[in-house]
Structure formats: C-alpha cells, structure tokens
C-alpha cells in the first residue's frame, strides 16, 4: 500500500519540490482572450504578469474537470491511499471536481480516496500539502495526518494587500466586499482569508500604511507561529523588503514565493501578503 498526495496548481508549491516528493498537481485553467492555458504548463507568472500590465486584458479561470482528477485516480493501485488537498471551495469548483471524481471512482475501482477542502489557497494550501508530505515521510497514517491538517486549517492565516480591487472585482471573488466597491477603490485595503473566503480587514489609505498594519497584526502571533512564507505578485522588491520586516518579528525562516498565473489572474501584479500559522 502507497500513500498518494494529490493537489492542485493553486498550491505554489515550487516544480522542484513537487518532483522531489513525488506529488501529483492538477492544474487550473486559465482563459485569456481566445485562448486556455494550463496553470503552470502552458503559461508561466512572468509572462501572464508582463501582459496584465501591459495589456488591458482581465483573464478568467476556471477548474479542472472532473475527468481530469479521475483520469489520475484509475492510475491508483487498488490498496492505495489517496489524500487530495484543493483550493478553498469558496474560490473555485476544484473541490467538487476532485469529489465528484472520487465518487466515480468509487464505482469502479478499491483504493481508497479523500478530498480535503484547504479553506485555503496559495502557500495556505501548499504549507498544508508540505505537512501531509512530512506526516506520510514520519510513517504517519491518513487518520492522524487528516487531524493535524485540520489542526492547521484552524490556525492559519493569510493577509494580503492588492494595487487594486479590479482583479477581485471583475473575478467575483470578493463576494460581500462588492457593495462597498464604490468606496474602496480609492483605498488600499487590507484583506484576508476568513474560513476560506476572502474578507476585508480593515480600510487604510496607502499602501504602505497596509502593509505595516498587516506586519502589526502578524507581530501579535509571531511567538506562536511555526511557518511563515511572504507572498508576492510581479513585486519582488516589495516582497524583499516584507521578508526584512517579518525578520525583525520571527527568528525563523521566512520564505518568499511569488504566486502563480491562477492567483494573479484575480489579485493583480503589485499583490504583497503574509501567510503564517
């Protein structure tokens, strides 16, 4: 019997680690002008950031199909465990895709599956992948590995400041923040993953005063907090720079990532954030 660890490209989890501990991903789909790409395959960040700046383009994704997730599922051998950890079904249909399959399989063949929803997205679903692949690596199984997840869905946290709302807006992913819209888009709020879905947190005036607020609130729980990683979107400078200010917080490491085509697609080149549990 293997354990089998399944996600999808929403993780940002880097190709070397991916190959490394032998996860399989599923990538999203992207929709620009006429054309799809697969999230990470057919279209990479840099190039997808390049022309959101450069072009007055908003692109649309959507999720894996069904099929997709069942195609790799037929590969399982039949005393396999399969543990497949999506984006926060409050993001996207990836979650019922994965199930949907899961349930068709369980039709055909005896290897056993289960679909977790991250209430995550970005570094929040790859840390939570990293840790199931440490679990499997302890010898630890499904149920124990089931519980610290959710132990860590509980405690995690992700903060994020944005150049704009347009992406999010034009997305529709900022769900209730869209009747203060209006009122927000001159503004820099700061926003954040609320039990999967994306809130706001308060209402600041610049940028940097945003992020600052944001370096304050993750000071508060820096003591507590056992893995941090700084986010960015075609804003390496700015991420450098939050990397610092964590470090005067944190005494462990602090990773940077730049997020991936999916995520971009709806926060928008200029995105800085923070990601802690």
């Not at 990479?44 to 994704?61: G, M, N, S, V, W």
């Not at 894996?64 to 599922?73: N, T």
Request: hydrophobic share 40%.
């Amino acid at each position: 019997m293997s354990l089998i660890l399944v996600t999808d490209s929403t993780c940002d989890l880097s190709r070397e680690y991916v190959q490394q501990h032998g996860i399989h991903v599923v990538p999203l789909n992207i929709h620009l002008k006429n054309s799809v790409y697969k999230d990470g395959i057919d279209i990479k960040p840099a190039e997808l950031y390049h022309r959101l700046r450069c072009e007055d383009i908003f692109p649309q994704t959507s999720q894996p199909s069904a099929g997709e997730f069942l195609e790799l599922y037929r590969k399982l051998q039949p005393e396999d465990e399969c543990l497949v950890i999506c984006i926060s079904s409050d993001l996207s249909g990836t979650y019922q895709s994965a199930q949907l399959a899961a349930d068709m399989y369980a039709e055909e063949g005896t290897a056993e599956i289960h679909v977790v929803d991250s209430r995550s997205v970005s570094m929040g679903l790859g840390m939570q992948v990293m840790h199931a692949q440490q679990c499997f690596a302890q010898g630890k199984d499904m149920t124990q590995t089931l519980f610290e997840l959710a132990e860590m869905r509980r405690r995690m946290r992700i903060l994020f400041v944005v150049d704009t709302l347009d992406y999010l807006a034009r997305g529709g992913r900022i769900g209730q923040l869209s009747k203060h819209l209006g009122n927000l888009l001159q503004l820099k709020p700061l926003l954040h993953l609320e039990n999967g879905r994306i809130g706001l947190l308060d209402k600041v005036r610049t940028k940097p005063k945003a992020v600052q607020h944001m370096l304050d609130i993750f000071a508060k729980e820096a003591r507590q907090a056992q893995q941090v990683v700084a986010l960015h979107i075609d804003a390496l400078e700015e991420g450098q720079a939050l990397v610092q200010k964590v470090q005067e917080h944190y005494s462990g490491p602090v990773s940077l990532v730049q997020c991936g085509a999916v995520i971009g697609s709806h926060a928008g080149p200029g995105t800085v954030g923070l990601c802690w549990y």
